[in-house]
């Protein structure tokens, strides 16, 4: 007899199934799914903290801060949506919705870009 892939259980029916039932192939099938996708989940959690401390900046009407300022609000600047290079090496780096620019002389520099609602 077989068992059942999630818990062990003994399967009976058709000769090529693997799980005793519905709630055992789900499970097994989200876990599978969970752990592929944990790597991903923490990176966007990442994300979404240094955008929300982009927005803390900016809500306050500033344009720009130390780099110290934000690695000490725990902004990580090892990940990003997306990078441009302008002429001139310029790298513009983005974080959702907010770009900022890395100085030399240690500031930041932030912008934002309006997300029209678009449903009609």
Do not use: H
């Not at 399967?11 to 709630?23: E, H, L, M, N």
């Not at 002389?105 to 870009?113: C, L």
Request: charged share 25%.
């Amino acid at each position: 007899m077989a068992t059942c892939r999630e818990c062990g259980a003994g399967i009976y029916g058709r000769s090529d199934k693997v799980f005793c039932g519905d709630a055992c192939r789900n499970a097994f099938n989200n876990n599978k799914r969970s752990k592929r996708d944990r790597e991903a989940a923490i990176i966007n959690r990442i994300l979404i903290k240094n955008k929300n401390i982009l927005q803390s900046i900016v809500s306050q009407g500033r344009r720009n801060c130390k780099r110290e300022e934000l690695q000490a609000m725990g902004f990580n600047f090892n990940y990003a949506t997306s990078f441009m290079i302008k002429e001139g090496g310029k790298i513009i780096v983005s974080c959702y919705n907010f770009s900022y620019v890395n100085s030399s002389n240690g500031r930041v520099y932030i912008s934002s870009k309006i997300i029209l609602n678009e449903a009609k």
